[in-house]
Each structure stands twice: as structure tokens, then as C-alpha cells.
């Protein structure tokens, strides 16, 4: 840093000492709000790492549920089943598929 011509007085001095506290304070202030930021963005990750994986075995769920379907159904069966709208109401284990498929 370059040196800074000062006037040699008990004033100016009084005055360099005020504006450094200031500076320290203000630096103080700034690191605590950079670590605050950075844990609530640590606890962002953590958050969007669970949903994550939720997501994903949401999707595998799906998936598996998809191919059970498409080795028991035809396709044009298959199609229409997709296009229809979700029905929260009728609810089928997994373990009575196969005699739902055999009934076919």
C-alpha cells in the first residue's frame, strides 16, 4: 500500500484512529455476513441433496412400474393407459399384478 502524506497533528490523528475503527467494524461486519451466507448455503445443499434423491427414487419407482406394465400390456393398451388421467383412487400392489395380467 502507498504511504499517504498525513499532516502531523493531534487532530488528524484523532480523526486517522476514527476512521480505522470504522474500517475494522465494517470488516468485522462483512466476514460474519460472508459465514452466514455460506451456512444457509451449506443448508441449501444439504436441502437439494434430499430432495434429490427422493426424486430419484421416485423415478426409478416409475420406471420399474413402467417396464412391470410394458411386459403385461400391449402396446395400444399400453398408450392408452399413459393418456389417461392419474387416478389417485385405485391403488395396485405389485404383488397382484401378475394375477391381473393372468385374468387377461
Do not use: C, W
Amino acid at each position: 500500500m502507498a504511504a499517504k502524506q498525513v499532516n502531523p497533528t493531534r487532530m488528524e490523528l484523532t480523526r486517522l484512529k476514527k476512521k480505522r475503527i470504522t474500517a475494522i467494524r465494517g470488516h468485522k461486519l462483512l466476514k460474519d455476513k460472508r459465514d452466514e451466507l455460506m451456512r444457509q448455503y451449506l443448508d441449501l445443499v444439504r436441502e437439494n441433496m434430499e430432495v434429490r434423491l427422493r426424486v430419484e427414487e421416485g423415478i426409478l419407482s416409475a420406471n420399474r412400474n413402467f417396464v412391470i406394465a410394458r411386459a403385461g400390456m400391449s402396446e395400444a393398451a399400453l398408450n392408452t393407459a399413459l393418456m389417461a388421467p392419474k387416478q389417485e383412487s385405485i391403488l395396485m400392489d405389485l404383488h397382484l399384478l401378475p394375477a391381473i395380467l393372468m385374468e387377461q
